[in-house]
Nanobody, 124 residues
């Protein structure tokens, strides 16, 4: 079992920045690829970013490329999502997720464990 707890959400003005954190406990963090997903009001949960076990490869949704950066610190059992140049449409609940065995990290179904989510609101 892996427990995931997100933090760092909040209210930010358009153009601002936030850094989300996801702390993992339980089994070996470095055994899991990690992803961030988000669910906006009235929308399906969608892929945002993912990072492989070693941190050597990252993936991003087109909508966040160049603005968001995913990273991980396996010594701290934590994955991060740095979000810059935030837009109104980035408003959502952001979830982190862990995948042990995977082929396509962009797919929700690849992830076995999910956090409770953290709210990000972009508004002036």
């Amino acid at each position: 079992q892996v427990q995931l707890v997100e933090s760092g959400g909040g209210l930010v003005e358009p153009g601002g920045s936030l850094r989300l954190s996801c702390a993992a406990s339980g089994r070996t963090f470095s055994s899991y690829a990690m992803g961030w997903f988000r669910q906006g009001p009235g929308k399906e949960r969608e892929f945002v970013a993912a990072i492989r076990r070693s941190g050597g490869q990252m993936y991003y949704a087109d909508s966040v490329k160049g603005r968001f950066t995913i990273s991980r610190d396996n010594t701290k059992n934590t994955v991060y999502l740095q979000m810059n140049s935030l837009k109104h449409e980035d408003t959502a609940v952001y979830y982190c997720a862990a995948a042990a065995m995977y082929r396509d990290l962009l797919r929700r179904s690849e992830y076995e464990y999910w956090g409770q989510g953290t709210q990000v609101t972009v508004s002036s």
